[in-house]
T-cell receptor
Framework: EDQVTQSPEALRLQEGESSSLNCSYT??????LFWYRQDPGKGPEFLFT???AGEEKEKERLKATLTKKESFLHITAPKPEDSATYLC????????????FGQGTELSVKP | DGGITQSPKYLFRKEGQNVTLSCEQN?????MYWYRQDPGQGLRLIYY???????QKGDIAEGYSVSREKKESFPLTVTSAQKNPTAFYLC???????????FGPGTRLTVT
């Protein structure tokens, strides 16, 4: 059964304190791994897609990496506006277009 | 401005009533999806449609129904058979299988 586990559930950082969020996954055949940002009461905002192990994508202070078993979202020198819940999802080659989501990591960045 | 719209933002209903949530997209995407989000849980797929006039059940389709008569529209009906309908409902669309999904702003449904 496809499964996605994110850790930690919550992370508190001081402004400028870099860290990483983890997304571990189990799928029979990975089509793609997706990262989203979700602010309270809003829909998820697409950040990155990763398709194969070794791939990396960057956007401002965020960098996503992928291995065969997990993905990391690295946040460099975060700012308070980076506070949000970060969601990871995988798409299985054998499951049509559906995404399997993890429960998310709630990030809080204090000034 | 291209995007996905959901209406209304908040919806209140009494138990036993059916309710329809609207989802419209002008991104020219073929595929559309409905998810449900509950506190402490990941998004769960209710229904999805990869092409007009065709749709498939997701993981939690019981008590819900959909239609896809137009490419731009994918309404979701929450029926009285849904035992725990109170939740945050999210609609998404994508170019198709393997592409990223883009989400609407969501509808928060409260049933009392």
């Amino acid at each position: 059964e496809d499964q996605v586990t994110q850790s930690p559930e919550a992370l508190r950082l001081q402004e400028g304190e870099s860290s990483s969020l983890n997304c571990s996954y189990t799928v029979s055949g990975l089509r793609g791994l997706f990262w989203y940002r979700q602010d309270p009461g809003k829909g998820p905002e697409f950040l990155f897609t990763l398709y194969s192990a070794g791939e990396e994508k960057e956007k401002e202070r965020l960098k996503a990496t992928l291995t065969k078993k997990e993905s990391f979202l690295h946040i460099t020198a975060p700012k308070p506006e980076d506070s949000a819940t970060y969601l990871c999802a995988v798409q299985d080659n054998n499951q049509g277009g559906k995404l399997i989501f993890g429960q998310g990591t709630e990030l809080s960045v204090k000034p | 401005d291209g995007g996905i719209t959901q209406s209304p933002k908040y919806l209140f209903r009494k138990e036993g009533q059916n309710v329809t949530l609207s989802c419209e997209q002008n991104l020219n995407h073929d595929a559309m999806y409905w998810y449900r989000q509950d506190p402490g849980q990941g998004l769960r797929l209710i229904y999805y449609s990869q092409i007009v006039n065709d749709f498939q059940k997701g993981d939690i389709a019981e008590g819900y129904s959909v239609s896809r008569e137009k490419k731009e529209s994918f309404p979701l009906t929450v029926t009285s058979a849904q035992k725990n309908p109170t939740a945050f409902y999210l609609c998404a669309s994508s170019k198709g299988h393997g592409y990223e999904q883009y989400f609407g702003p969501g509808t928060r449904l409260t049933v009392t």
